[in-house]
Structures are given as C-alpha cells and as structure tokens.
C-alpha cells in the first residue's frame, strides 16, 4: 500500500518530511499547507506538490491518508484535533502541545479517531541513540543506574528563529523545544516510569526584550527502578554545539558524543559499530510500516504522554521555587 501524505507547515522541518516521504517507496507527497505564499511557492517549486493557503484543504483530500504536523508549537493541538477528527493518520511534530490541558484533549481525539497518532520524538530514530537502547535493552549494560544527557547550542539561528520559540505562551523556550528530546532518551533508555521531576530554567543569555522564554535548563528524574537522570541545557548567544549522552548500567556505560557511540567496559571505550541512516527516512519508515502493516507506533500515545508529563513536571518544579525565591 502506498500512503498519500500532506505536509501541514511548509518551513524547513517540513522540508525535511517531504525528503523522507519522497525518498521512500512506500509514501507519496499529495499535498502541503502554508499561509506564506512565498513559502507555498518554493515549497511547489522544490518538492512538486500541490499546494495550499488553508490546511483544512489538505485535511479534505480523499488522496492523504496521513498528515505531518510542522507548524508552530501553539498551533498543535488545534490542528491535530482537526486531523483526528478528519480521520487522518497523525505525525505530530514534538512538543505535542503547550499544556497538559491540550495534551490531554489531543490523547483523546486519538483514542476515538479512526486515524492513527504518532508524535514525532525524532532522537527516537538516530542510529547511535537506537543502538544504545538495543546494548541496554540486550543486558549488555546491566540494569541503568543513571543517564546524562547534556545539549549547548548557539539558540539564534542564521534563518532566524519563529516566534513561537521565543515565548513559553506559544510553547517556546530550550526546554520544551530541546529538553524534550533528552528527556525522550532518558525514558527510552532507562525504560521505567518517572516517579519524580523537578528542576531550574532560566533565562542567562537573553534579555527580556528578546524573548519571553526559558534559554537553560536543569532537571533532575526520578525512575521506578531506582535509575535517576539528568538533563543540562544552554542556548548561548554564540557557542560549538555539544550533545552528550551517558547511560551507566551495573555492568557497563554507553556513551554518545560527536565522535559516536562507544561502550566502556573493563577500564577502556570500545567503539561501538552504527549505521548511519537520515533519521527522518527512519521515522518515517517506522510510521508508515505501522500504518500499512496495523502493528503498534514505534512511539505509543502513552509513552508520549509519559515524555510530555516529565517535561510539565519539570516546569511546574522550576516555577514553584522561582515563586519561593532564593
């Protein structure tokens, strides 16, 4: 079966869907939404589809079976309720909404569409990290005692960065933008429930004037297990970009860096052997091979809410001690 796909958003993460859905031979690009025109015309000129002012045209195709939302965070949860309800399948762009308020009205449009829902936690589909959670869940590590995940990046981008980032009303901030990916690691990899969440955002290297939003964060997690977790962002005004990952189990430590995925055993790394894949490709394999063969989302409604409840923890948390003061 080939899927009919609209994009919902035509900017450069939309971009980046319709590559993998033009590259697979199982999905075909029908459509795509944006109100910008000049964004409608490159996006037309670049990928050969049909495209559209108002996103309820795409909804309306009897052509797309599913639809890839990539708009603004604060768009979110209307326009997946409207794809639900249109019986669409779902790749919902991470975050999955601003509140738990919204999350919770789009995990019950999932629950009665006809449609199928996926939220797209794309670290969910980078080789490395898929890797390290094949050596953890084969016992290679022993059971994870903790996981780090540290992430700095330079947070202005030479294409300027939407709005929606830059305001925690609109779903902004490295927290719920960045935080969100880690957090998915940390959950993936130590594979128990969060019992406990609570951490510090702040804003260090923007002032008010430039955005109303968190630009670093700290959080500790709490797991079921006894495992615990840790998750350290910065979004510098100018800075390399780090992305670290270390899982230590009983046995062993995985660690995940720019130079790749090695094991630590013994008194030494040992490198560890990854395919390199676009991870877009992947995920999009993964979404469509569960759409065409009726098996269970790579990414379950409930593992994702699971994600989100840990990132509002957090937020809660650092909202009650900045209440308190120093």
Request: glycine content about 12%; aromatic content about 8%.
């Amino acid at each position: 079966m080939t899927i009919g796909v609209g994009i919902i958003g035509a900017g450069w993460w939309a971009e980046e869907h319709a590559k993998a859905v033009l590259e697979l031979s199982g999905t075909r690009l029908v459509c795509f939404s944006s109100r910008s025109v000049e964004k409608l015309e490159r996006f037309r000129e670049l990928y050969g589809a049909t495209g559209h002012g108002d996103y309820r045209r795409v909804l309306d195709s009897p052509e797309v079976d599913a639809v890839a939302i990539a708009t603004g965070h604060d768009s979110h949860a209307a326009i997946a309720l409207d794809a639900l309800a249109a019986g669409k399948h779902v790749l919902l762009e991470k975050p999955m909404a601003r509140n738990r308020a919204e999350c919770a009205a789009i995990a019950d449009a999932a629950r009665r569409s006809r449609g199928r829902f996926m939220l797209g936690l794309t670290h969910h589909f980078i080789p490395g990290v898929m890797r390290a959670r094949e050596l953890v869940a084969s016992g290679e590590t022993g059971p994870v005692v903790a996981g780090f995940c540290g992430c700095a990046v330079t947070w202005e981008q030479p294409r300027g960065r939407p709005r929606f980032y830059l305001d925690r009303s609109l779903g902004g901030g490295i927290w719920m933008t960045l935080g969100v990916h880690f957090v998915d690691r940390l959950l993936w990899l130590i594979d128990s429930e969060v019992v406990a969440a609570r951490g510090r955002l702040s804003q260090r290297f923007h002032s008010a004037e430039e955005q109303q939003a968190d630009d670093a964060a700290t959080a500790a997690l709490e797991f079921a297990s006894g495992a615990t977790g840790t998750v350290l962002l910065a979004g510098y005004r100018s800075s390399p970009t780090w992305i670290e990952m270390q899982i230590a189990g009983e046995r062993a430590m995985l660690r995940l860096d720019a130079q790749g995925l090695a094991l630590g055993r013994g008194g030494e790394w040992q490198p560890v052997p990854v395919e390199e894949r676009n991870i877009m490709e992947i995920e999009w394999e993964a979404f469509a091979g569960a759409l065409d063969g009726g098996g269970p989302m790579p990414i379950s409604l409930e593992y994702a809410l699971r994600v989100m409840n840990a990132l509002f923890d957090v937020e809660a948390s650092a909202s009650a001690a900045a209440s308190e003061g120093p």
